[in-house]
């Protein structure tokens, strides 16, 4: 039978991290670790890292959900799932009736449990990217002032990213634009591709006074522009001269009719999808089949999740082909992470088989060689 436990685990950030809902020093997540009963030594294990703000819970009430659930999973004295698959993990979740609310707990237990179906060695899915094909990947530039945003993209470029994306929103539209043009003066040869993230913050009166002004930085697209579930968003839609990306416009639409009712009355461009916030796996593989069905592109990110989702959310993309640049470089911004076969550099995420799981830290009185997965 299956058995389940919960471990939390504050993560330290290693600088000081500004977003559009403040700035933060520290983040939680909760690991859900699943085994069956008749060999405990191995096991599956998964992240839930909900964002403030964002997800439906977070703290302590999250804590007391999750628990809850976990609680229900072991008192139905329920069985490994049969395979290695998705389907697998979509079946099981259906006939159990277990709960796919919340969506941070969602993608937890699927990757806990496809994990624990591939053995216990973190491998969610068996596919190219384990098998060293990396994931082109964008690199994040974080809000701040002029000074640090300017220092932070020539890091980016220097290291080889040839996409970044950009917070706007959060200083002077002025200064923005001024960080735009010295990117486009001074990297002109390089081809760089630039997306901007304005998570909300332009007024719907000015949106698209704002966004043809953006036009002359010749920008791959805007994410959110306008706050989620305003009526105005098909408007800037349709008359955009830059591509609209959705992100938090999907945040608890769950159904596959709501989905598809939301991209054909609205018509974005891309979706971008990050499984914490989106329904999980199951969740986004029902996003990606829909809008591909309407032509929209889309791409995946992260939601500062550590290596063990980070590790799962890069596999699950590579299930897909995609000539896009996701956003999944954020393996580096704690001075805690766990150590792990991941690495970003020069645009791409890798995975070195060569390079061991460390887990000690989240699991300190169980300390010994069973931690250290090759």
């Not at 970044?164 to 959060?170: A, I, M, N, R």
């Not at 796996?281 to 063990?308: F, M, P, Q, V, Y």
């Not at 890069?314 to 996701?326: E, K, P, V």
């Not at 999944?328 to 991941?342: A, E, H, K, R, V």
Request: with cysteine; charged share 25%; hydrophobic share 40%.
């Amino acid at each position: 039978m299956l058995r389940a436990s919960t471990h939390p685990f504050v993560f330290k950030f290693s600088f000081a991290a500004r977003t559009s809902r403040g700035p933060m020093t520290e983040k939680t997540s909760w690991f859900i670790r699943l085994w069956d009963d008749r060999n405990p030594e191995v096991y599956g294990l998964g992240e839930c890292g909900p964002l403030p703000g964002l997800s439906k819970k977070n703290g302590i009430e999250f804590e007391t959900i999750l628990d809850e659930e976990i609680k229900k999973i072991e008192s139905k004295n329920l069985s490994l799932p049969m395979g290695e698959n998705i389907s697998a993990v979509a079946d099981f979740f259906q006939s159990n009736k277990i709960n796919r609310e919340y969506s941070a707990i969602a993608f937890g237990l699927e990757t806990a449990l496809l994990d624990l179906m591939n053995g216990g060695q973190r491998i969610i899915f068996k596919n190219k990217f384990i098998e060293q094909t990396p994931v082109p990947i964008n690199g994040l530039v974080w809000m701040g002032g002029l000074d640090f945003m300017l220092q932070q993209v020539e890091i980016k470029i220097r290291d080889g990213f040839k996409c970044v994306k950009l917070k706007v929103g959060g200083l002077d539209f002025e200064k923005e634009c001024d960080v735009l043009q010295y990117i486009r003066r001074k990297y002109f040869r390089d081809n760089i591709e630039i997306r901007l993230d304005a998570n909300g913050a332009f007024r719907k009166e000015d949106a698209l006074d704002k966004l043809n002004s953006l036009k002359r930085f010749n920008v791959h697209s805007i994410e959110q522009p306008i706050k989620p579930g305003l009526p105005e968003m098909e408007e800037i839609c349709a008359k955009s001269p830059i591509p609209v990306a959705f992100d938090e416009e999907l945040i608890g639409i769950n159904s596959a009719e709501e989905k598809e009712k939301l991209l054909t009355k609205l018509k974005p461009n891309y979706i971008i999808l990050k499984p914490t916030m989106h329904g999980g796996l199951l969740g986004c593989a029902e996003w990606i089949r829909i809008a591909e069905k309407s032509n929209i592109g889309w791409w995946i990110t992260s939601a500062l999740e550590s290596n063990i989702g980070l590790n799962a959310i890069a596999q699950f993309t590579s299930q897909y082909t995609s000539n896009l640049y996701h956003g999944l470089g954020t393996g580096q911004i704690y001075d805690n992470n766990f150590p792990s076969p991941l690495s970003a550099e020069k645009g791409i995420l890798k995975f070195d088989p060569q390079e061991k799981w460390d887990l000690v830290s989240l699991f300190p009185d169980e300390a010994g060689e069973k931690l250290y997965i090759d």
